[in-house]
């Protein structure tokens, strides 16, 4: 089975500072990795996904992530956080045909300005 | 033209009392979901659909009943409403291809009293 683990479940950054969200995951067999994001009162977003490939992948919103085997990593960076980024980020993993997603239990990310 | 759609938003109801959730979808995928997100913001997978036919029940009680009468289509029926059944109810659809990028609904929440 596949599972995920977030470290932190708040993350609060300065506007303009760099956004780390950290995300570990487990899997038995090659794992496909995902960033998700929700805004207050909506629904889930994809904001970006490894499958195989380049293992630095690049979202919408200036979002990028890179999947690091060694350290079963998958951890969310953006630049420069920007006011409208505050929202909730779930990491998921998934493999080939599991036809579903297991998330991690989410990282509120705040913006101060 | 929205993607994923649920009604209701918001639901109220006593315990004991039984509700029904619709999803619909235009997005002309094959697979559903059902998720819950507790007050945590946990997001557990609870039934999955693929052209009508369940394809994932994540042992759900059986009070929970979920419904496709077409492939745009996902109800959630539940019966027997307990205080534990309080949460955000999430409906998603993809290709049952690319299951991993799911699309979400904006979410109904439940309050049970």
């Known amino acids: 089975a596949q599972s995920v683990t977030q470290l932190g479940s708040h993350v609060s950054v300065s506007e303009g500072a760099l956004v780390l969200l950290r995300c570990n995951y487990s899997s038995s067999v090659p794992p496909y990795l995902f960033w998700y994001v929700q805004y207050p009162n909506q629904g889930l977003q994809l904001l970006l996904k490894y499958t195989t490939g380049a293992t630095l992948v690049k979202g919408i919103n200036g979002f990028e992530a890179e999947f690091k085997k060694s350290e079963t990593s998958f951890h969310l960076t953006k630049p420069s956080a920007h006011m409208s980024d505050a929202a909730e980020y779930f990491c998921a993993v998934s493999v080939q045909g599991a036809q579903k997603l297991v998330f991690g239990q989410g990282t509120r990310l705040t913006i101060n300005p | 033209d929205t993607a994923v759609s649920q009604t209701p938003k918001y639901l109220v109801t006593q315990m004991g009392n039984d509700k029904s959730i619709k999803c619909e979808q235009n997005?002309?995928?094959?697979?559903m979901y059902w998720y819950k997100q507790d007050s945590k913001k946990f997001l557990k997978i609870m039934f999955s659909?693929?052209?009508?036919?369940?394809?994932i029940n994540e042992t759900v009680p059986n009070r929970f009943s979920p419904k496709s009468p077409d492939k745009a289509h996902l109800n959630l029926h539940i019966n027997s409403l307990e205080l534990g059944d309080s949460a955000v109810y999430f409906c998603?659809?993809?290709?049952?291809?690319?299951?991993?990028?799911?699309?979400f609904g904006p979410g109904t929440r439940l309050t049970v009293l």
């Open positions: 998603a659809s993809s290709y049952s291809g690319d299951a991993w990028e799911q699309f």
């Open positions: 659909y693929n052209n009508k036919e369940l394809i």
């Open positions: 997005l002309g995928h094959d697979t």
